[in-house]
Each structure stands twice: as structure tokens, then as C-alpha cells.
T-cell receptor, first 109, second 114 residues
Framework: KNEVEQSPQNLTAQEGEFITINCSYS?????LHWLQQHPGGGIVSLFM???GKKKHGRLIATINIQEKHSSLHITASHPRDSAVYIC???????????FGTGTRLQVFP | EAGVVQSPRYKIIEKKQPVAFWCNPI?????LYWYRQNLGQGPELLIR????????DSQLPKDRFSAERLKGVDSTLKIQPAELGDSAVYLC????????????FGPGTRLTVT
């Protein structure tokens, strides 16, 4: 079993839909990152959080440390949101990011 | 504020040739990371620097890979000699002070070894 599990692996949405991507992890962490990667592009850090909830524009990230679960929400999705979204907790023991397998999102107009 | 800068963006070399990648982190960021990302996979940490000290190089294949971060700012990653399996995207990232801070990634260098 992977230390970080994301669901769904692939997601298709119509423009304007509300999107949720889930991340579960099994290791002790000091923080959790949500990253965005466009095809052939670099990685952009969206959020780093260790508790509660953060909001940036149409993006919201939440984390429940007790349940070892985090979610990334996109409100009013847009075709430019099409990308791979990666959950990457920082291991408390090793200080390394543990990368999830990613969720490929496609938003159609 | 400029982001993490990497060069070159693309490199094609023949196997057994040497290659070097350069990274300039965000100004003031003490921590610098080199990652390797194979197609369809998540990044794998190769080495992490705190200032000029390599604090985690456990995943760096030391027989052919080397890295340096002179003066605790810019860094270079070298492969000599390159093998076919080294084809990947090499990403540099930086954070303010250690792994509990947000990491900012560069655009990466796509290496193709033929």
C-alpha cells in the first residue's frame, strides 16, 4: 500500500463545476503540500498546510491531522485548471516530501 | 520577485557524455533541492542542501552524479557519464529555511540521453 493515496486518479469536469480531490496518508507528517503540474510544465506550489483550512482564490485546501486526510477543492472550475494535482506530505521522520500519484484533471468548456 | 531559475531547459546528449544542470534559487532561500522526475511519476529527491551543506544525499547515485552549492546560493548537478536511464526531468526547488517551509520549483531541465 502506498504511503500517500489520491483519489480520483482521473477527473473530468464541465466548466463551472465544483471539484474535490482527496488525499490520504499513512505516515506521520509535519506539513502537507498541494502541487499543480501542467503537461510538460514545471510544478507550482498551491498550498502548504499543517492544520485547518487555507483559501487562495478559487482554491481551498483542508487537512484533518487526526484522520490523516486532506482535500483540495476548486470552485467554479475553468479549462485552465486542467493539470495534474499532486498531494505531497512532508514526512516527520525524514523531512522528505512523499509524492502522491497525482490526479489528472480535465475541465471542458 | 524572480522564481527559481534553471538552465538549460532542454538537453540532448549521447550516452557516456557528461552533462551539467544549473540552478539559481529564490533570493534568500537557504534550502535547495534537486529532484528527478521520470515520465508519469512523481519527483524523487536526489539531494538537499542547507546553505552550502548537503544534508541529505542518500538518493544521489554517487558513482556518476555529483552536486555542489558553492557559497550557498547557485547549485550545479552533474552526471558523468550519462546513461540511457538518466533521461528524465531534473527539477530544482528552494525553500526559505528547511523542509517545513513551502517549496518553490523551477521549470526543470528535460534531459534526453540517446
Amino acid at each position: 500500500k502506498n504511503e500517500v493515496e489520491q483519489s480520483p486518479q482521473n477527473l473530468t469536469a464541465q466548466e463551472g463545476e465544483f471539484i474535490t480531490i482527496n488525499c490520504s496518508y499513512s505516515v506521520g507528517i509535519s506539513a502537507l503540500h498541494w502541487l499543480q503540474q501542467h503537461p510538460g510544465g514545471g510544478i507550482v506550489s498551491l498550498f502548504m498546510l499543517s492544520s485547518g483550512k487555507k483559501k487562495h482564490g478559487r482554491l481551498i485546501a483542508t487537512i484533518n491531522i487526526q484522520e490523516k486526510h486532506s482535500s483540495l477543492h476548486i470552485t467554479a472550475s475553468h479549462p485552465r485548471d486542467s493539470a495534474v494535482y499532486i498531494c505531497a506530505p512532508t514526512s516527520y521522520n525524514t523531512d522528505k516530501l512523499i509524492f502522491g500519484t497525482g490526479t489528472r484533471l480535465q475541465v471542458f468548456p | 520577485e524572480a522564481g527559481v531559475v534553471q538552465s538549460p531547459r532542454y538537453k540532448i546528449i549521447e550516452k557516456k557524455q557528461p552533462v551539467a544542470f544549473w540552478c539559481n534559487p529564490i533570493s534568500g532561500h537557504n534550502t535547495l533541492y534537486w529532484y528527478r522526475q521520470n515520465l508519469g511519476q512523481g519527483p524523487e529527491l536526489l539531494i538537499r542542501y542547507e546553505n552550502e551543506e548537503a544534508v541529505d544525499d542518500s538518493q544521489l547515485p554517487k558513482d556518476r552524479f555529483s552536486a555542489e552549492r558553492l557559497k550557498g546560493v547557485d547549485s550545479t548537478l552533474k552526471i558523468q557519464p550519462a546513461e540511457l536511464g538518466d533521461s528524465a526531468v531534473y527539477l530544482c526547488a528552494s525553500s526559505l529555511q528547511g523542509p517545513t517551509y513551502e517549496q518553490y520549483f523551477g521549470p526543470g531541465t528535460r534531459l534526453t540521453v540517446t
